[in-house]
């Protein structure tokens, strides 16, 4: 069965309420007619009222950034998957490299999170990707099993059973300085490989999409690997005309 690829834009922290509503807007009318491809965005999370609303009657998805583990309760400034979800939010991305760093989320926490989002209906987005330092030491593969199996040992493999997973070398974070096709796909056979010693079927559906640097001219080549599936898009995805762009070549991207 093909994999329906899944093209999902992380704004950050970016934006307005004008910025998200011209944005949005855009969009829609860039994405007219446009099939085969699974379309999120995820603005800052005080936009998602105004992005539901925005979104009403679009195929378009709604995502968010971030979740707390909690469900409610005395945890100053943090936000409930149930909160998401009553704003329309349904990918969430969590274990983004910039939260790993600047909030020293861990692996097991992390891990919370995506349980938290499956008791609650949602669909997580974990980020996994490694530094360039790891990287030139060869450490890869074994930094992604590591980031993987905090969730399978604590939730077992089915966890991954309609999930996404974001592969994101923090090395082509926001640098420009994609990883080639063939690096990606290197890397996403690796992961899928890894999933499928515990489980070939969750392996077989289960999202992996590319991110870092992702962009308008090198988006086709990525998504022709045959692993490839979609990608988690940043800086290109506060432009309608070059997410649309990428949301087209993943959409008739022939595997
Ligand atoms: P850029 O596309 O700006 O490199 O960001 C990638 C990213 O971090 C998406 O989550």
């Known amino acids: 069965m093909a994999r329906q690829p899944l093209v999902m834009g992380n704004w950050k922290l970016n934006g307005s309420k004008a910025f998200t509503a011209a ?6 009318r860039e994405l007219i007619g446009v099939s085969g491809c699974n379309v999120a965005i995820a603005p800052p999370v005080m936009y998602l009222a105004a992005a539901e609303n925005e979104l009403t009657g679009s195929e378009i998805a ?16 943090d936000i409930s998957a149930e909160m998401l979800k009553e704003f329309g939010a349904k990918y969430i991305i969590i274990g983004h490299s910039e939260r790993r760093t600047y909030h020293h989320e861990s692996d097991a926490f992390i891990a ?33 099993a590591r980031q993987i199996d905090a969730v399978i040992n604590t939730l077992g493999v089915d966890a991954f059973l309609g999930a996404v997973i974001a592969y994101e070398p923090i090395w082509a974070i926001g640098t420009g300085k994609s990883a080639t096709p063939s690096q990606a796909q290197a890397i996403h056979a690796f992961i899928r490989r890894h999933i499928a010693e515990k489980s070939a079927t969750v392996a077989e559906q289960v999202i992996i999409q590319y991110g870092g640097s992702v962009n308008d001219s090198n988006a086709a080549e990525l998504f022709a690997q045959p692993d490839i ?3 988690l898009v940043g800086g290109a995805s506060l432009k309608a005309p070059a997410f649309a762009t990428i949301v087209k070549a993943a959409a008739n991207a022939k595997k």
Request: net charge negative; hydrophobic share 45%; charged share 20%.
């Open 112 to 144: 919370k999170k995506f349980g938290v989002l499956k008791a609650t209906g949602m669909i997580p987005v974990l980020c996994i990707g490694e530094t360039e330092a790891e990287n030139e030491a060869g450490q890869t593969e074994v930094v992604v």
């Open 229 to 231: 599936d979609g990608a």
């Open 23 to 28: 944005l949005i807007h855009d969009l829609k």
């Open 62 to 77: 709604l995502g968010a950034q971030n979740v707390d583990i909690h469900a409610q309760g005395a945890f100053t400034g």
